[in-house]
């Protein structure tokens, strides 16, 4: 079984905030959320509660992009276009495939001194 390791763009995160000490922060802020954010998709999926749901990822693709991690931004961008298309079984097929890839980013984030 291969590991999943999102890549991270730690240069253009670190032109955007300036500073290594910021980055870190908020890079662990996001790294502690994402369980919780993961946990409210799958509640308010199993609810139908789309806005919801959509509301969610589109915060988590600026945080991804935030921390420099673009590729995950862009998952997160196609997911959320999935969402506003109202379609249930895409959105749960999407987030399947989105969701690994939230859960090894935490550790990728903490990885980074």
Known sequence: ????????????????????????????IFAENIPNALRVIEERMAENDLKEVTRIIHSLKGSCATVG?????AVCSALEKTCTEGNLSAIQ???ASLKPLLEALPGALRAIK
């Open 69 to 73: 991690a673009e590729s995950l931004a």
């Open 93 to 95: 097929a999407g987030y």
């Open 1 to 28: 079984m291969s590991t999943i390791s999102p890549v991270i763009n730690l240069q253009g995160a670190l032109d955007r905030m300036g500073d290594m000490e910021i980055y870190l922060e908020i890079a662990e």
